[in-house]
Nanobody, 125 residues
Framework: QEQLVEFGGGLVQAGGSLRLSCAASGRNFSRIVMAWFRQAPGKEREFVATIHPRGESPAYAESVKGRFTVSRDKAENTLYLQMNSLKPEDTAVYYC??????????????????WGQGTQVTVSS
């Protein structure tokens, strides 16, 4: 059973950058669809980005497209989210998630069975 642990959250000024990491334990990382979600106070958890097990077909929410980049390192069993041009509305707890099922357009939280504990990202104006 994979376990996921996020790193890299923090406080940054608007316009700045952060890189989040999600370290996966276990032996199945290369076969798992990985994604990033976020949840702001009082709001539902929302999709941010997803990536195929082979590192192909990254997909993004419209709100982050062109600013965020999702990637994965098979050798390091790690998922990344590079976040540039951050805005105050990006403030949220960010979660990495995994699913054993892939299809184009997968992005609902209920489709992901593995979750990390979350890391706080705060963007000041």
């Amino acid at each position: 059973q994979e376990q996921l642990v996020e790193f890299g959250g923090g406080l940054v000024q608007a316009g700045g950058s952060l890189r989040l990491s999600c370290a996966a334990s276990g032996r199945n990382f290369s076969r798992i669809v990985m994604a990033w979600f976020r949840q702001a106070p009082g709001k539902e958890r929302e999709f941010v980005a997803t990536i195929h097990p082979r590192g192909e077909s990254p997909a993004y929410a419209e709100s982050v497209k062109g600013r965020f980049t999702v990637s994965r390192d098979k050798a390091e069993n790690t998922l990344y989210l590079q976040m540039n041009s951050l805005k105050p509305e990006d403030t949220a707890v960010y979660y990495c998630a995994g699913s054993s099922v892939w299809y184009s357009g997968i992005r609902h939280p209920a489709e992901f069975s593995l979750w990390g504990q979350g890391t706080q990202v705060t963007v000041s104006s």
